[in-house]
Nanobody
Framework: QVQLVESGGGLVQAGGSLRLSCAYS????????MGWYRQAPGKQRALAAT???????NYASSVKGRFTISRDNAKNTVYLQMNSLKPEDTAVYSC??????????WGQGTQVTVSS
């Protein structure tokens, strides 16, 4: 059974930092990429960052230079380091795993709230 468990969300003041973690288990098949998406109130879910199995990263323009995605294969965990947070970063952040043959798997999401 595939499980993705996110942690690290919370309330932070503008300019602060948070580190999100997504620990996954039950995946014995090939992973194409992993990523973080976010959904702000009243908006559609949108890409924040992705990292491929080869280590290539991609960021939304709104977070580039402030967010860093990384992974620890030994711990089956993907991270999102978020610095210089802004109120507009407030959203539910969800991790996702894109597989080659088994579709995509999503975590339950973790709330990030940035106060001004």
């Amino acid at each position: 059974q595939v499980q993705l468990v996110e942690s690290g969300g919370g309330l932070v003041q503008a300019g602060g930092s948070l580190r999100l973690s997504c620990a996954y288990s039950g995946i014995s098949f090939a992973i194409n990429a992993m990523g973080w998406y976010r959904q702000a109130p009243g908006k559609q879910r949108a890409l924040a960052a992705t990292i491929t199995s080869g280590g290539s990263t991609n960021y939304a323009s709104s977070v580039k230079g402030r967010f860093t995605i990384s992974r620890d294969n030994a711990k089956n965990t993907v991270y999102l380091q978020m610095n210089s947070l802004k109120p507009e970063d407030t959203a539910v952040y969800s991790c996702v795993i894109f597989t080659t043959t088994r579709g995509n798997y999503w975590g339950q999401g973790t709330q990030v709230t940035v106060s001004s």
